[in-house]
């Protein structure tokens, strides 16, 4: 997610709220302005912006963030592993093949 240029860490719901709350804001628009914009209910735009933003489809929160002018970079840690020992056998076609110990 980046601000004004700077990037912001999204954890939970309520951060999603807050940076839209904060960047409808300086926008100077309204909740009805920005529902609008998105072709939502007003309501809609008031729960997502009181830590409802968890229950958002995709499609919802990209047609938020187009509207207020923000992206949003998926970024996942390249240690991340799957701890399920029904997926350690699982290879990402993608991936590097690895060294066999």
Do not use: C
Request: no cysteine; charged share 30%; net charge negative.
């Amino acid at each position: 997610m980046s601000k004004g240029g700077l990037p912001v860490l999204v954890n939970v719901s309520q951060d999603w709220a807050n940076i839209v709350r904060d960047r409808r804001s300086d926008l100077g628009l309204t909740q009805a302005d920005l529902a609008r914009r998105i072709g939502r209910a007003r309501q809609w735009v008031v729960r997502f912006e009181s830590g409802h933003a968890g229950s958002a489809s995709v499609d919802s929160l990209m047609a938020v963030l187009n509207a207020l002018d923000l992206y949003a970079e998926v970024d996942t840690a390249e240690d991340e592993t799957d701890s399920d020992p029904m997926f350690m056998d699982v290879v990402d076609p993608w991936d590097e093949p690895r060294a066999q110990p």
